[in-house]
């Protein structure tokens, strides 16, 4: 089976400045794949990189067996994407929301009046259909994107930091979400920095400086840096002095 | 296809859902339209003059109702003596004093030269020279008919003809010039706000992450906002026509055929800001200052281009406002067809698709 990611060598310069340098991993088709880091890490490059946003500097990297060079056309057909930002419009309804992002990916209007309603049905928000997003909790809304940005049945699906700011009952939710999507066989890859939840990736990669620093499952990450929680993993290998050893 | 129209239906509820804006965008030409027409006037109307009759003939009552019938002038007070004229003007009631020597009548008759003086209140120099050449005017007009049929042979008399503006409304100057300051306005600062609008919120990623085209992006942004420009084009044509008698000689679709040129041409500015912008503040300062002062002071919508120095002449040169005004001037006031408007015409497009094509490289730019 092809890997759903490739990542060989992949690099990215601002000038000077090299914000993600030489990384290198696969991600298996259906895999929940953590991407880990403190701020500034490079996370966001790398994901901005592997979805179209941004060019490589170099390297090389295959979204759903296709290069990130030439074909970011076909690789946008295949993916969803949730930025680190809130990714609705609020001054759109919800149902509004669901018929423009459907809209854009080129689904058949029945076919986006049929997942409106499952959509809708498994958020238990049928009522909330016209309301505008802006007037929605936080937490409901995360729920939203992430369902909004699976609508078209991508093959990956990339999520920055989609539990920034919720609370930890709806991040529980969230996490539900995302195993039930990746059992049907959707590729998750996933930044966050709360390490509670590299605990529910199946691998997980550290990024530091914009270098990999660590990568395996979370249980052989702990036993290898002999730590209780991805927390003192992730202290460990971000602690000053330790990052150039 | 069905992309670009879902886009267009998402930026329409952007327009409509929020209504502060659309109110202050569809407001804004009515109040400017209005300002414009009866506060920043240059025509006169009931200024308030003093005479001075010293010579109480029927002439200087003639003259005198003329000055009054033409409704330029209302009579303050009749003065008695010249040491009057002074004191009037310090307590600062009449802007202008008109004094009629003792033997006007006599010396008329006998063709003996003689003088009506007019004495205006230069603090407001504009309101002095504007009043100084109404009154010359009507008085020299009644003078050249008291003189038909005995006309000295030697007096040449000027015959001023005003062409296009025969009575010098200023609404003919300031309709075209709101017309351009707002379609520029709508159409470079709405698109750049609404572009730098979606990279501030982060769903601008999304969009471009989405298998949607960038063209289609831009596109879709823009053609909501060329209807909204129109409707506010027509809004002040509107006005215009009712409430201050602009005339539209020429051919109204040829009009709107321009005025959608200038809009493309000021939305692909637009959409070159948004390029260079990452916030909703910046692009808006930016379109303000790089286009709205540059649009309002260089394209001779109020200083005639001519008296400028060279330098700024020839700056003026790129500005699209400066264009498009000359082309609507000639349509509404002169009437002229496309025959006589070509060239503006061709610049105006040689712009906007130099500016169509910097903002779609622009715009990939950010792609890669």
Known sequence: MLPAITADKLTKRFGDFTAVNQISFEVKKGEIFGFLGANGAGKTTAIRMLNGLSRPTSGQATVAGFDVYRNTEKIKRRIGYMSQKFSLYED??????????????????????????????????????????????????????????????????????????????????????????????????????????????????????????????????????????????FLNLTRPGRQHA | MKQLLIFIRKETYHIFRDKRTLLILLGMPMVQVLIFGFAITNEITNARIAILDQSKGEMSQDIIQRLVASSYFEIDENLRAVSDIERHFRQGKTKMVVVFPPQLQENLLRSVPTQIQLVADATDPNTATTLINYASAIIGRYLQEQNQGNAPPLEISTDVKMLYNPRLKSVYMFVPGVITIILMLMSAMMTSIAITREKELGTMEVLLVSPLRPSTIVVGKVIPYILLALAMAAIVLLLGAFVFGMPIRGSLLLLMVECVLFVITSLSLGILISTRTETQQVAMLISLMALMLPTILLSGFIFPIESMPKVLQVISNIIPAKWFIIIIKNVMLRGTGFNFIWKETLILLGMALFFIGASIRNFKIRLA
């Open chain 1, 92 to 233: 759109l309804t919800v149902r509004e929301n669901i018929q423009f992002y459907g809209g854009i990916y080129g689904l058949p209007l029945k076919d986006i009046r049929h997942q409106m309603k499952q959509l809708l049905a498994n958020l238990g928000m049928e009522s909330y259909a016209r309301t505008l997003v802006k007037s929605l909790p936080l937490g409901w809304r995360q729920k939203l994107a992430f369902s909004i940005a699976i609508m078209h049945r991508p093959e990956i699906v990339f999520l920055d930091e989609p539990t920034g700011g919720v609370d930890p009952i709806t991040r529980r939710q969230f996490w539900e979400m995302i195993y039930k999507e990746a059992n049907e066989g959707m590729t998750i890859f996933v930044t966050t920095h709360y390490m509670d939840e590299a605990e529910y990736c199946g691998r997980v990669s550290i990024m530091v400086d914009g270098r990999i620093a660590a990568l395996d499952t979370p249980k052989a990450l702990k036993e290898q840096f002999h730590a209780d929680s991805m927390n003192d993993v």
